[in-house]
Every structure is written in structure tokens, then in C-alpha cells.
């Protein structure tokens, strides 16, 4: 009986060990466990604080506005020829095409600490034009007459370096400057000119690539992980071209070409790019 005794007790004794235990290793486990909950929104904003790499390829798509000058000169005085014995020529014009500008760029970035060089590829097509009536065209013994200017730029593509550096880990801002190549038609087209004779037509023209060089500046910004937004300015000089006499109807003697172009081009535009890799 007395061993039973404390046999019973000895039992209650393990038990209420046991279950201290038990207690004690539950709650530090669920201490642990909260720890490592409340460190996990710490973990995150680390791994999305990690700074923005500009290193990397991409490619994007871009939009804008363009415009630009396409003045005409006259040539020297008598290019036209005499009529009685009077020099014949037209006056300078101012031409500003413009229009909207849109395409696309493929790229890659070298970043070591704050600085950012590059280099930038670029096609877009152009839908700047303009048309300018001048009147008086022709001035010489015989008659004043009219004609109408047009100029118009059909695309546009740059090959560029830039150059840049880091105010914030996602913001740059860069230079840029290289080649650029835009294909304009020019003419000139003026009818009945009082000159010659009634129901007389000239016209000169011409559709050239033109090559030129290219700078600008723009600043882009990183919003999420590979995707980025930029706006940038262009500002493009390029060849002149004198447009030849491409027909003429009822006119008594040979035409010269009477003037030459002189092309410059700005553009303005947002673009977005998508980089590879992380």
C-alpha cells in the first residue's frame, strides 16, 4: 500500500514536469515564430529598397512633336535668266514644318556608381509639313506672279551616345549626341506665271535622305523593376538641298533651280523602356 503510495506520487510528479516543459517549449516556439513574422515586412522593404541597376539592354516605344525650319534662298540674281534685258528672282521664305512624331528605340546603359553611359538607337516616322504661299513669286519686267512653298520631313533615325548621372537611384538625367539621317520632300510649284505666258507652270523638287548631327538632353525615371518613363529633347541640323525643275509646261526657255532649303529639326518626346534582366 505504501508503495503504491508513492508510486502515485512519483506519477504526479512527471506529469506536472511534463507539462512544464511542454509549456515552456511552446511558447518559445511561438515567441520565435512571431519574431520571424514581425521581421518578414522588414525583409521585404529591404529586398524592394535594393537600388535600381541601370546596367542592362532594352527597348522601347516612343512619341512626340516635331518641328523645325526649312527656309528657302534665293539663288543669285539672274538664275532665271532675262526677260528684256531684266534679271529674274524670287524672294527668301520662311518654312516651318511640324507635326507628330512617333517610334521606337533599342539601347544599353553601363552604370558605375552615379554615372550612366550609353548608347541609343533610334527610327521614328514624322508627319511634319508645312505649305507657305509667297506672293510676289517672280518679280522683272513682264509680270509679278505667286507660287506655293512646301516642305515636309517623312521620318527621322539617330544613332547616339548619352551620358548621365544619378540624382536618386531610379532618376537620371543624361546628355545625348550623335548622327542623324530624315528624309525631306521639298518644291516649289507656281502656276501661270505672269512672266512667261498665261497657263505657264513650273515646278521644282526634290525628295532626299539627308544626314546630319544630333544633341539633346532628357531625364528618365525607373518606376517598377524593368520598366522605366523618359521625355527628351532633339535638336537636329541636317544638309541643305536645292530642288531641281522636275516639269514645267508652256515656258519659252530653260529654268533653272531658284533657291535652296536649309533643314533643321527639334523633337520633344515621352518614351517608355522595358530593360533585360534583373
Known amino acids: 500500500m505504501w508503495l503504491s503510495k508513492c508510486d502515485d506520487h512519483l506519477k504526479a510528479k512527471m506529469r506536472?514536469?511534463?507539462l512544464t516543459t511542454a509549456a515552456i517549449v511552446a511558447f518559445g516556439t511561438s515567441t520565435a515564430m512571431a519574431a520571424d513574422l514581425g521581421s518578414m515586412p522588414t525583409k521585404a522593404y529591404a529586398?524592394?529598397?535594393?537600388p535600381w541597376s541601370w546596367t542592362g539592354a532594352y527597348v522601347g516605344l516612343n512619341a512626340g512633336y516635331a518641328w523645325g525650319n526649312s527656309d528657302a534662298t534665293p539663288l543669285h540674281d539672274g538664275q532665271f535668266g532675262k526677260i528684256n534685258?531684266?534679271?529674274?528672282?524670287?524672294p527668301?521664305?520662311?518654312a516651318r514644318p511640324q507635326g507628330f512624331i512617333g517610334g521606337g528605340q533599342i539601347g544599353y546603359n553601363w552604370q558605375t556608381g552615379p554615372w550612366v553611359l550609353g548608347a541609343e538607337l533610334d527610327f521614328s516616322g514624322i508627319n511634319a509639313k508645312t505649305n507657305t504661299f509667297v506672293d510676289p513669286f517672280f518679280n522683272g519686267k513682264g509680270g509679278?506672279?505667286?507660287a506655293t512653298y512646301s516642305s515636309q520631313y517623312d521620318w527621322l533615325a539617330t544613332a547616339r551616345l548619352r551620358g548621365g548621372v544619378t540624382v536618386a537611384p531610379n532618376w537620371l538625367v543624361y546628355v545625348t549626341g550623335g548622327l542623324a539621317v530624315t528624309r525631306v520632300k521639298d518644291s516649289i510649284y507656281s502656276a501661270q506665271p505672269g512672266i512667261f505666258n498665261q497657263g505657264s507652270v513650273v515646278t521644282w523638287s526634290s525628295s532626299s535622305t539627308l544626314y546630319g548631327g544630333v544633341i539633346g538632353a532628357g531625364t528618365e525615371y525607373a518606376f517598377a523593376p524593368n520598366w522605366s518613363v523618359k521625355i527628351e529633347y532633339l535638336y537636329a541640323k541636317f544638309d541643305d538641298t536645292t530642288p531641281p525643275v522636275t516639269a514645267k509646261f508652256d515656258v519659252p526657255q530653260s529654268v533653272?533651280?531658284?533657291a535652296s532649303f536649309h533643314h533643321d529639326l527639334s523633337t520633344v518626346r515621352a518614351g517608355i523602356n522595358y530593360k533585360f534582366g534583373g
Do not use: E, L, R, Y
Open 16 to 18: 506536472k514536469t511534463f
Open 47 to 50: 529586398m524592394a529598397a535594393a
Open 85 to 90: 534685258g531684266v534679271d529674274i528672282s524670287a
Open 92 to 94: 527668301p521664305v520662311s
Open 144 to 146: 509679278t506672279t505667286s
Open 256 to 258: 533653272n533651280p531658284i
